[in-house]
């Protein structure tokens, strides 16, 4: 069965960089590259939020929170999804997941904290 593999996350500082990878293993180039891709987070004591989308032709969407500070790409010849973060703040701090939402793939979440 298909997983998503995350990396990236850390431990940051306010107005810092990161960017967030997750790679599609074990699912079929077909399957990524015809589903559209999804980061979410989910802050503590928080319901888990969508951050960003990107559909199988580039095309992006993101919360308003993340407008002008996030970018969402993808590779599908890598099968991998990409989430670049700038300018964070402390209130970007959550644990982020990409998801395929149409086979319910998830991956297994990373940390990000932004300190002030």
């Known amino acids: 069965q298909g997983r998503l593999v995350q990396s990236g996350g850390g431990f940051m500082q306010t107005g810092e960089s990161l960017e967030l990878f997750c790679v599609g293993t074990g699912v079929s180039g077909a399957i990524f590259r015809a589903n559209d891709m999804n980061w979410y987070r989910q802050a503590p004591g928080k319901q888990r939020e969508l951050v960003a989308t990107i559909t199988t032709d580039g095309k992006t969407r993101y919360a308003d929170s993340a407008k002008g500070r996030f970018t969402i790409s993808r590779d599908n010849a890598k099968n991998t999804v990409y989430l670049q973060m700038s300018s964070l703040k402390p209130e970007d701090t959550a644990v982020y997941y990409c998801?395929?939402?149409?086979?319910?793939?998830w991956g297994q979440g990373a940390q990000v904290t932004v300190s002030s």
């Open positions: 998801n395929l939402a149409a086979y319910d793939y």
